[in-house]
């Protein structure tokens, strides 16, 4: 079993940034996609950010379009942790962010149905 917990999360206006953290235990491996989704207020779970192993060593990052170049998703496998930094927030990223884990495979990295593991998820909201 995979455990993961979010944290970050928090009140900001419009334009100003945060980091989220997802904290990883139990039988995670660095070849895990890691993934990040967020789910607004009466919508449906969304897409946001991941990043998956090569098979090379080196990982590939995906952004939605509306992340791209505002988010950055790293990973640190040593202590386990992904992080989203968002910058430029915007009241439309108002939402609850949710860490997610699924083994390297193939399939959508854009489908959450492809994640077996979620966290919590943390509160962003953004003041217009």
């Known amino acids: 079993q995979v455990q993961l917990v979010e944290s970050g999360g928090g009140l900001v206006q419009a334009g100003g940034s945060l980091r989220l953290s997802c904290a990883a235990s139990?039988?995670?491996?660095?070849?895990?996609?890691m993934g990040w989704f967020c789910q607004g207020s009466g919508k449906e779970r969304e897409f946001v950010s991941a990043?998956?192993?090569?098979?090379?060593?080196?990982?590939?990052?995906y952004y939605t379009d509306s992340a791209k170049g505002r988010f950055t998703i790293s990973r640190d496998n040593a202590k386990k942790t992904v992080d989203l930094e968002m910058n430029n927030l915007k009241p439309e990223d108002t939402a609850v962010y949710y860490c997610?884990?699924?083994?390297?495979?193939?399939?959508?990295?854009?489908?959450?149905?492809?994640?077996?593991?979620w966290g919590q998820g943390t509160q962003v909201t953004v003041s217009s």
């Open positions: 997610a884990a699924r083994p390297f495979q193939m399939g959508s990295i854009y489908d959450s149905t492809r994640y077996g593991y």
């Open positions: 139990g039988r995670t491996l660095s070849t895990f996609t």
């Open positions: 990043t998956a192993w090569s098979g090379i060593g080196t990982y590939y990052t």
